[in-house]
Nanobody, 114 residues
Framework: VQLQASGGGLVQAGGSLKLSCAAS???????MGWYRQAPGTQRELVAA???????NYANSVKGRFTISRDNDKNTVTLNMNNLKPEDTAVYYC??????????WGQGTLVTVSS
């Protein structure tokens, strides 16, 4: 399984970005998620979406970020609005594939300037 993330970049506080993740195989049976890791911190879950479309968000992004999936295209999207400097991090797409484990994308850098 390969996950290709894209869409990161530099944006001013209050701006928006859209992250996309394309999987090399079918994602229909797997929970998909976006994680992020800022320098000096542990990787944390930002948002996840189940196989039936139920979503879960970190408290810090609730109301600002939206995760969605397209099982036909094997893609997962994270729409990020009202970005804050503390959202600056490398964002990783992840595919939860039990019992194998978690597949990770290569990461895409999001930088929010104040």
């Amino acid at each position: 399984v390969q996950l290709q993330a894209s869409g990161g970049g530099l944006v001013q506080a209050g701006g928006s970005l859209k992250l996309s993740c394309a999987a090399s195989g079918s994602i229909i049976m797997h929970v998909m998620g976006w994680y992020r890791q800022a320098p000096g911190t542990q990787r944390e879950l930002v948002a996840a979406i189940t196989t039936v479309g139920s979503t879960n968000y970190a408290n810090s992004v609730k109301g600002r970020f939206t995760i969605s999936r397209d099982n036909d295209k094997n893609t997962v999207t994270l729409n990020m609005n009202n970005l804050k400097p503390e959202d600056t991090a490398v964002y990783y797409c992840a595919e939860h594939a039990p019992p194998t484990g978690i597949y990770w994308g290569q990461g895409t850098l999001v930088t929010v300037s104040s």
